[in-house]
Antibody
C-alpha cells in the first residue's frame, strides 16, 4: 500500500523558513517523480514543485521559484521542500504526491499545514 | 502557462441524476489530462488519467472524455458519496496547472 506522510508544517513569521518532509512507503521510491501541491484555505489546488526520480531534474511554479527548493533522499525514501522568504500567500496545506513519470499524480498525502503570519 | 477553466463552479444535482462537469484548456494538452475528486479534510483522489482512463477502483458510473482543449467528466447516476469537489489538471506542459474546481452539491 502506498503511503505518503508529510511533516514539518507550522506557524512561521513572514520572511521565515520551513522545511517540509514527506516519507514514502509501499513503492519503489527512486523510480518515481515526486511533487508538492498546495491548497490555501478554502481555495483550489496549486502545483508547487516536482523532482525526478534521480533528482536530476527539478521544476517550480513561478510563484515559488527562487524561494523554494525541492530535494530528495532516495536512501531514506523521503522528499523535501525547503521554503525560504515565506509570505502570507504561502499559507496552505502542502501535499506531497507520487507522480507517474511525465504524467499524472496517482497518490497523495494528507498534507501538512503551513501558516505564515506575524 | 496553460490556464484550465472548469465549469460550472457549483453543480446542484439530485441523487440518481446525471452530472456533467467541463474542463477547458487555454491551448491543447492532447490527452494529458487528469481528474481528481476531493472531499472535505481529505487528500485528492485520482479518478482519470489520459482524459478517459479510469483509475483503479473508480466505479463505472464515472466516465471521462475529450482531447485537445475540451474535456468532460460525467457521473451517470449520482450517489451520496459522489458529492465532492472535482478538479482537472493538465500535465502536458510545465508548469502543471489545475482548474479551479467544480463543487457537486446535493440539490
Amino acid at each position: 500500500e502506498v503511503q505518503l506522510l508529510e511533516s514539518g508544517g507550522g506557524l512561521v513569521q513572514p520572511g521565515g523558513s520551513l522545511r517540509l518532509s514527506c516519507a514514502a512507503s509501499g513503492f519503489s521510491f527512486s523510480s518515481y517523480d515526486m511533487t508538492w501541491v498546495r491548497q490555501a484555505p478554502g481555495k483550489g489546488l496549486e502545483w508547487v514543485s516536482a523532482i525526478s526520480g534521480s533528482a536530476y531534474s527539478t521544476f517550480y511554479a513561478d510563484s515559488v521559484k527562487g524561494r523554494f527548493t525541492i530535494s530528495r533522499d532516495n536512501s531514506k525514501n523521503t522528499v523535501y521542500l525547503q521554503m525560504n522568504s515565506l509570505r502570507a500567500e504561502d499559507t496552505a496545506v502542502y501535499h506531497c504526491a507520487k507522480r507517474i513519470s511525465s504524467g499524472w499524480t496517482d497518490y497523495w498525502g494528507q498534507g501538512t499545514l503551513v501558516t505564515v503570519s506575524s | 502557462e496553460i490556464v484550465m477553466t472548469q465549469s460550472p463552479a457549483t453543480l446542484s444535482v439530485s441523487p440518481g441524476e446525471r452530472a456533467t462537469l467541463s474542463c477547458r484548456a487555454s491551448q491543447s494538452v492532447n490527452s494529458n489530462l487528469a481528474w481528481y475528486q476531493q472531499k472535505p479534510g481529505q487528500a485528492p483522489r485520482l479518478l482519470f488519467y489520459g482524459a478517459s482512463a479510469r483509475a483503479t477502483g473508480i466505479p463505472a458510473r464515472f466516465s471521462g472524455s475529450g482531447s485537445g482543449t475540451e474535456f468532460t467528466l460525467t457521473i451517470s447516476s449520482l450517489q451520496s458519496e459522489d458529492f465532492a469537489l472535482y478538479y482537472c489538471q493538465q500535465y502536458n506542459n510545465w508548469p502543471l496547472t489545475f482548474g479551479g474546481g467544480t463543487k457537486v452539491e446535493i440539490k
